[in-house]
RNA sequence: UGGCCCGUCGUCUAAGGGCAAGACACCGGUCUUUGGAACCGGGAAUCGUGGUUCGAAUCCACGCGGGCCAACCA
């Protein structure tokens, strides 16, 4: 495993690339804590094992601790069996929480106090509507919500109807406790949300102690707050709560450094069923056996169809971390699966469609076994079994061809092939049944290849697996498919939902009668097998380690041969199935960027370009931002686009005058108002930043007046931007006064010494390098030089 | 008819003002007693339009496309 340290995403990702910065600035005093919080409500799957690898691998890399702690607010849906049932699935994988067990059920006394505190703030206040009426008074996407009649309640009635809902005085549902915080928020979340429900029901922990319970959004900051995490990651769903998450900690009065809450895109696999609504119905109607039906893509199917938790891992640094919607092909899961299996896998054979071979020269004074390894040579492993031969063998039935297609390299009537491991057969006689089924193949042996070397070195091509038919023992095997012909639709508002219209006839294929080298039985039930040239089995853990031999395909071998006829019927219907043996199937991707690779078009018909709406409305309402949204334009010279930017408030509009009143040019300070400064706002707003319109003014005239390079002076914007201050006292500071034209010279000269293989590249042509050289010289002169100077010597001594 | 987030090879990610990189998949070759593995090679991308800049995938704006949000679920 260790030789995937390459992947590129695993530490790098911008989660990671946050850790590391909070560490090395001390915040949390270099402690790093995260947590992996499922509720237990339902069975991990393969989109969870990725979360639990983020959240303990990024504990893991900064010598952090990863909690495990239990959602389990909702008394209705959650159950012991499953808290059970996912810490054996997050040991399976190879993570451990130490002591770092919680419930969130054992803060309940804790977050009562906290709401408390909010409501005797003003903050939070009883709701006495019916659900109904709080769910129409939260209004729409594009409506403001009402205001409820609740809401003016006095802190303490407040306090005494909060106090006598936990004390079990109201039926279910007829008070709730909420959140005062604004019915007209653009944001849903934030429209006065619920933060407590009556529920008179047994919780599997707490029994009947509460009536009252938490909601997700009040309750798992402060749980993340109470175990003192750092950083709580979580899937890009929850973008929308982050905001409620912090109002609640901050409005309890938790300090920095308190946790902050991150979010990723999560798993997205293809043809994986994940969710719990998709797989319900299936294991109800038996459908599926169960939830670790090894169709399935919960971690205890694919800890029972056989697949390593090292593959799963894999899997998860192979996908990478990142914010983008997106979808994982199936062939990467394959990958990582037979990347695992492939070094540590014996080899062994076994027949799934067994035909017959007769071999009509064996005597009986040949060996009655052989030795064979147990892995190929370019695998440094050690281990070989016995396997039985005599005259009557099984071989599988895809590997004669009466009629073969082209290019088809296994036995053909006259034709030769090699018994891996013991010897080359020619094929004599074809016998077939009254219906033309061939039953049967008659052969010799060259009894001198035994071992598979021929002796006049003719060679040979095909090789093939096989089993002694007299001495093989019979074994079930399990081949498994997608459970579904098209894509799941997990959006619940697709109207064409119902899974069981779609399920594919055969995603479970039992083969019965298949013949397997006797070792076997002596093997670990454990082994997980190369049945050579088919694919990784291994027993199945529940049905399969008795006496009956039952196999579970984890994944077939990878292949690189297609027949031409069985390609050419793939391609023609479309199906991305190829045409391989049915004993080793396997799948190829389709896929598609969630269809967004649509290329955009231009503006669309009748739109202006370049003015918000948001901003026109408040113009509209002030005459003050509209005569300057007219002067910026008329007296100024600024396009449209730039007089809206900066006359869309106020605040804006006084900042760009502050910094025209210290360097008079409009269209330069305007520039970088608009493009450098906008883009260190990051969600704030120019009042947040550490300094005045002034101060740019003053950055804009050094750079006007060529006393640093504009380059230098956007390294002094962002220092600025960190910690204030006056531009001309950086610049001093940093030492950016400009390096003149005439100092240039030597900087160049050795960029281009340093660089000898890139100079050439530029010279035949690869003249985007000019990037670089001036990018070396600008970090050699400390950011100080004019770059447009410096491109332009570059230039002469490249060229001339 | 809103708010927030996201658009880089077929797919998943990297680079986050200065050489568009890796992996999977695909194609070709070498080797091979697994049509496996390994090795070598190849094709393949910055959603569009403007702007800022010596220089833009990266910063700004608009557009286009995708995701999330109106449970007393999490």
């Not at 008659?442 to 598979?452: E, I, P, Q, V, Y």
């Not at 040019?665 to 969600?683: I, Q, Y």
Request: proline share 6%; with cysteine; aromatic share 8%.
């Amino acid at each position: 495993m260790s030789d995937h340290a390459e992947t590129p995403s695993r530490g790098t990702d911008f989660i990671r690339q946050k850790v590391r910065a909070d560490t090395a600035a001390g915040v949390y005093d270099g402690n790093v804590v995260t947590r992996f919080p499922p509720e237990p409500n339902g069975y991990l799957h393969i989109g969870h094992a990725t979360a639990i690898c983020l959240n303990f691998g990024v504990a893991e890399d900064f010598g952090g601790r990863c909690h495990l702690r239990f959602d389990d607010t909702n008394p209705e849906k959650e159950d012991e069996e499953y808290a059970r049932a996912i810490q054996e699935d997050i040991r399976w994988l190879g993570f451990d929480w130490g002591e770092h067990l919680y419930f969130a059920s054992d803060y309940f006394e804790r977050m009562y106090e906290c709401a408390v505190v909010l409501i005797e703030k003003g903050l939070a206040y009883v709701d006495s509507q019916p659900l109904e009426a709080i769910r129409e008074g939260r209004g729409t996407v594009v409506q403001p919500g009402v205001e409820s009649p609740y809401r003016s309640r006095t802190v303490e009635e407040n306090l005494d109807m909060f106090r006598r809902m936990r004390a079990g005085e109201f039926a279910d549902g007829t008070h709730v406790l909420r959140g005062k915080i604004d019915m007209a928020h653009p944001n849903m979340l934030m429209r006065d949300p619920v933060f407590y429900r009556i529920r008179h029901a047994e919780h599997f922990r707490q029994g009947d102690e509460w009536v009252i319970y938490p909601l997700y959004d009040y309750a798992h900051c402060l749980e993340d707050a109470f175990e003192g995490v750092t950083h709580s990651i979580c899937t890009i769903e929850f973008e929308n709560n982050r905001e409620l998450y912090d109002w609640v900690l901050d409005n309890v009065g938790f300090q920095e450094p308190r946790p902050h809450q991150y979010e990723w895109a999560g798993l997205d696999l293809e043809h994986a069923v994940l969710s719990k609504r998709a797989i319900l119905p299936l294991v109800k109607a038996g459908v599926v056996s169960g939830w670790d039906d090894p169709r399935l893509s919960t971690i205890s199917a694919f800890r029972r169809r056989g697949v390593p938790p090292e593959a799963v891992r894999l899997l998860a640094d192979l996908v990478g971390v990142s914010r983008a919607p997106a979808r994982t092909e199936e062939s990467k899961l394959e990958f990582a699966i037979r990347e695992v299996l492939n070094p540590v896998a014996p080899r062994v054979m076994a027949v799934l469609d067994p035909i017959k071979v007769v071999l009509t020269n064996w005597d009986g004074t040949q060996p009655s076994e052989l030795e064979a390894p147990y892995f190929p040579p370019d695998i440094d492993r050690p281990g070989s079994r016995m396997v039985p031969v005599g005259p009557e063998l099984w071989i599988e039935r895809s590997d004669f061809a009466e009629d073969p297609p082209k290019g088809f390299r296994r036995l053909v009537p006259g034709g030769e092939v090699r018994l891996r491991y013991a010897y080359v057969i020619r094929c004599d006689e074809v016998v077939k049944d009254e219906s033309g089924e061939v039953v049967e193949l008659r052969c010799t042996a060259d009894l001198a290849s035994r071992g598979g070397t021929t002796s006049d070195g003719r060679k040979v091509k095909g090789t093939i697996h096989w089993v002694d038919a007299g001495r093989a023992v019979d074994a079930e095997v399990r081949l498994y498919d997608r459970l579904f012909v098209d894509e799941v639709s997990e959006d619940e508002n697709a109207e064409p939902l119902d899974p069981m219209d779609r399920l594919a006839p055969e995603s479970l294929e039992v083969v019965h009668g298949v013949k397997v080298e006797p070792s076997v039985r002596k093997d670990d039930p454990e082994t997980r097998y190369q049945f050579e040239r088919v694919g990784y089995f291994w027993r199945d853990p529940v049905e399969g380690r008795g006496d009956t031999l039952v196999f579970n395909r984890i994944v077939g071998l990878k292949s690189g041969w297609r027949s031409p006829a069985k390609d050419a019927q793939a391609r023609e219907n479309g199906s991305d199935e190829g045409g391989k043996d049915r004993a080793s199937g396997r799948s190829t991707g389709v896929s598609g960027r969630n269809e967004k690779s649509r290329k955009g078009g231009g503006p669309a018909p009748g739109t202006r370009p370049g003015v918000s709406e948001e901003r026109s409305a408040r113009r509209a309402a002030d005459p003050a931002l509209a005569e300057r949204f007219r002067s910026y334009q008329e007296e100024m010279g600024l396009s449209e686009e730039y007089a809206d930017l900066l006359s869309g408030r106020p605040e804006t509009g006084d900042f760009f005058e502050a910094a025209l009143a210290e360097h008079d040019d409009p269209e330069t300070v305007s520039s970088w108002l608009v493009t450098d400064v906008r883009a260190l706002l990051d969600g704030r707003t120019l009042e947040d930043l550490p300094f005045g319109g002034a101060e740019i003014g003053r950055l804009v005239g050094l750079v006007a007046r060529g006393d640093v390079s504009r380059r230098a002076g956007k390294d002094v914007l962002a220092r600025m931007a960190e910690d204030g201050g006056d531009p001309a006292e950086w610049v001093e500071r940093l030492g950016l006064t400009r390096v003149g034209a005439d100092e240039l010279g030597p900087f160049v000269d050795r960029v281009l010494a340093d660089w000898p293989d890139k100079v050439e590249a530029y010279r035949a042509g690869k003249t985007q390098l000019i990037g670089l050289f001036v990018g070396e010289v600008m970090k050699a002169t400390g950011g100080a030089a004019d770059p447009k100077a410096v491109r332009a010597l570059l230039t002469e001594r490249l060229d001339g």
